[in-house]
């Protein structure tokens, strides 16, 4: 199989290079959607994307400027990297509500990779560097569709970590925005609390004041435009652009603070309020990122989690705004585009961008219609970076570390998300925890590897230690079989006696492939009977401890009083494996079979006395494992399924005997009469009747003359046992069947025709051999 998918995937490549030269406008649409949407692009989109481009350029200034500290970088560097990003994505986006920027966890691995190499570069140029080295991995991932990558982390991973980064964000800037000076925000959380208590002293009470203000105001807008203010656009407007205002009037009364300053002994301005300062306006000289050889193990980790934090971060907001609008985002793409406009950022000083949740959000309230919005962004950071640099001067720093906390609380996901992930699935909630504490206590980058690493684990358990069933008949419905541990309500029997049906719940692969196998052993000794010859006291291995291994098993199964001996279970007859659900199998599984099939024949008796019936069937297989047992031998290949009329016909008790049809199914009815199913169609000699007794235990007598058929020959599967009337008879080469009913049905046909057939001397059946030419099922 595997060496049949290289080819395909051989013949696949090169079928895309010789059409390359013809499909190479196609390719260049598809890499660049605005030539799709440009051309119908309406007059009435417009005013919804200048609105929506304008608030969230009114939001990512002040909120730029704030991950940009975050990361540790000048505030200029956060509105270098909000304004490439936007105007890319407009131009390679698949999504209308996607906005490409700044966001809080990337600023915050950023600035512990910044801290990590304090001395040995620049912060701007772990910026550049960390950009650059992020957005080619990323745009490989795309060109090369390796996006299936991200299936590997589950979302639970991904709440845990977002939560995590959230609170460590939050917690570091109540230093600043209490005005507590002299504390190093980049130390472990529960360093920043100690040492902010221990400092307490000297804090800033104006600082306070504008924190707290701050802080206040940010809050009750929101909470009072979500209390008054749901559905009127208007309304929400003013939640949406509140971290604008709140700046701009901070801003404003630090101005009037400050305007005429203290100087100290060298004429250095003393401000009473810590502000930013000085930014610097337009834009940086190009200049490429560079990466010193001796220092790629050392941020080998960092960048790896700035990776992908990236591309999850991107996909899952893109994949969510996708389903909210009914429209889909092709993920290669997005990160072909993210990849692209990260590498274009790193030239431009800007550090590692991705998609925002809140800006998102903001576009898509604000009834964004197009990526058109992303270009309006851009142009208004353009604008600020230019233009409105000097009034950046006085922004407090409470006020901004208010903004941030804000900010990234909608990040932080309640308690009661936790509480679902607990209710739903027990590993996914730990899953998360582990991503959460993990983050919150060492760094983002250990809690993404701990929770992606502890899911993969639980998933590998998972395919190690599958869930296995033993189907029961409904008593209601002959027809269908179930696990009984689904819904206990539910009136079931057991299969024919001597016929046990399994079900594997994953592919039967080599981590699970011995517990399977023990385990349907396991069961077999439950249920039915050693039939073979017992040894001997002398005859036994020295550890051979079998008896007590199937005493301790059938207290288990029939209760610790009961004393279930061989003599009141039935001889094993068969097993039918239900493979619905395995939809893969390696040669360990497939060796697996093997040795549980001779494990089955000998218990069943077969090497002792190999006149006895037993048969293993397979239900409900999937094509690509059909070929597979196929190419095995373990069972022939399967033939099309020629679906034959069957026809109810009353006879009475005494015109039975003498007329039978080519192929009949006889039983008594309520009226005293015979009925009797004929296959209309069928060239067969061979007629099965089924008496009064027979009905009651589920077993067919078979009269035939020709030879007894050996255990796994190939012949029809079977008629349906499940009612009396017109019902399909399915002629399919081979022991694998569409159901439970036409596996069961075979083997009841099959063993009743082999145990009468076993009476007939030798020379009997070759005296009648050239009489009747029979189908055996």
């Not at 293993?616 to 196929?630: D, K, M, P, T, W």
């Not at 009396?724 to 008879?729: D, M, N, V």
């Amino acid at each position: 199989m595997a060496d049949q998918q290289l080819r395909d995937f051989g013949r696949d490549v090169g079928s895309w290079f010789k059409a390359f030269p013809s499909n190479f406008p196609r390719y260049v649409t598809e890499r660049l959607p605005i030539i799709k949407w440009l051309p119908r692009y309406q007059r009435g989109w417009a005013v919804r994307d200048i609105i929506a481009g304008v608030t969230v350029g009114l939001i990512v200034v002040p909120q730029g400027m704030s991950y940009a500290k975050v990361a540790g970088l000048p505030v200029q560097h956060g509105l270098y990297s909000a304004y490439i990003g936007a105007i890319f994505y407009c131009f390679m986006g698949t999504s209308k509500d996607l906005t490409i920027g700044p966001t809080a966890v990337i600023s915050l691995v950023t600035g512990e990779l910044v801290a990590d190499l304090a001395g040995k570069m620049t912060p701007p140029e772990v910026a550049a560097m960390s950009c650059l080295i992020v957005g080619v991995f990323t745009m490989l991932l795309g060109v090369l569709r390796l996006g299936i990558i991200l299936d590997f982390f589950p979302t639970t991973v991904l709440v845990g970590y977002t939560t995590g980064a959230a609170v460590t964000i939050i917690i570091q800037q109540i230093p600043k925005w209490l005005g507590v000076s002299g504390i190093n925000n980049r130390a472990p959380v529960y360093t920043i609390i100690i040492t902010m208590f221990q400092a307490i002293n000297s804090l800033s009470w104006l600082d306070l004041v504008f924190g707290l203000v701050s802080m206040f105001i940010l809050v009750s807008i929101g909470l009072a435009v979500d209390r008054w203010g749901r559905g009127r656009f208007s309304i929400q407007l003013i939640k949406i652009s509140r971290f604008f205002f709140v700046t701009v009037l901070a801003t404003a009364l630090s101005y009037a603070v400050n305007k005429n300053p203290a100087h100290d002994a060298k004429g250095q301005p003393i401000y009473r309020l810590s502000i930013l300062k000085t930014v610097p306006s337009g834009l940086p000289p190009p200049a490429a990122g560079t990466l010193p050889a001796d220092l790629v193990s050392e941020v080998a980790p960092k960048l790896a989690a700035i990776a992908l934090a990236t591309i999850l971060e991107h996909i899952a907001i893109g994949k969510a705004f996708a389903r909210r609008n009914r429209y889909q985002i092709d993920s290669n793409q997005e990160l072909l585009a993210l990849g692209l406009a990260n590498v274009t950022a790193s030239f431009f000083g800007a550090y590692a961008v991705t998609g925002s949740f809140s800006r998102s959000a903001v576009k898509f309230q604000c009834g964004v219609k197009t990526p058109f919005a992303g270009f309006i962004t851009g142009a208004l950071v353009l604008l600020a970076i230019f233009f409105l640099t000097p009034l950046f001067f006085y922004i407090p720093d409470a006020a901004l570390s208010a903004v941030i906390m804000v900010a990234v609380a909608t990040l932080v996901s309640p308690p009661s998300v936790f509480y679902q992930f607990f209710k739903i699935n027990l590993w996914d909630f730990l899953s998360s925890q582990v991503a959460l504490w993990v983050t919150i206590f060492v760094s983002v980058e250990t809690g993404i590897a701990a929770g992606v690493g502890f899911s993969l684990v639980v998933l590998l358990f998972r395919v190690a230690r599958p869930n296995f069933h033993v189907l029961r008949q409904l008593k209601d419905r002959p027809d269908v079989f179930i696990d009984a541990s689904v819904d206990r309500t539910l009136d079931t029997v057991p299969a024919p006696h001597g016929i046990l049906v399994f079900r594997i719940e994953e592919s039967t692969t080599f981590p699970n492939t011995e517990v399977f196998k023990t385990w349907v052993v396991d069961e077999t000794y439950k249920y039915t009977r050693f039939g073979g010859k017992v040894k001997s006291a002398t005859e036994r291995q020295w550890s051979d401890d079998l008896e007590i291994h199937i005493r301790g098993l059938r207290k288990i199964a029939h209760g610790a009083e009961s004393n279930i001996t061989d003599d009141d279970l039935p001889r094993l007859r068969a097993v039918v494996l239900d493979f619905s659900a395995v939809n893969n199998i390696d040669s360990t599984g497939l060796q697996g079979l093997f040795d549980l099939r001779e494990i089955l024949k000998d218990y069943a008796g077969v090497v002792d006395y190999p006149n006895y019936f037993f048969e293993l069937h397979f239900v409900g297989i999937q094509a690509n494992v059909l070929r597979i047992l196929e190419l095995s031998g373990i069972t022939r290949p399967v033939g099309p399924i020629a679906l034959q009329k069957v026809q109810v016909l009353e006879h009475d008790d005494s015109s039975n005997s003498n007329s039978a049809s080519p192929l009949s199914r006889t039983s008594s009815n309520q009226n005293g009469g015979e009925i009797r199913l004929q296959d209309i169609d069928s060239d067969d000699g061979s007629e099965i009747r089924k008496s009064d007794d027979s009905i009651k235990d589920g077993s067919f007598k078979i009269e035939s003359t020709k030879d007894r058929p050996a255990p796994g020959d190939i012949g029809a599967a079977a008629l349906s046992v499940n009612g009396l009337g017109s019902s399909p008879f399915l002629k399919e080469e081979g022991l694998v069947h569409l159901t439970v009913r036409d596996a069961i049905d075979s083997i009841l046909i099959r063993s009743s025709q082999w145990e009468g057939s076993a009476s007939i001397d030798e020379e009997e059946r070759r005296s009648t051999h050239d009489k009747t030419d029979i189908h055996y099922v």
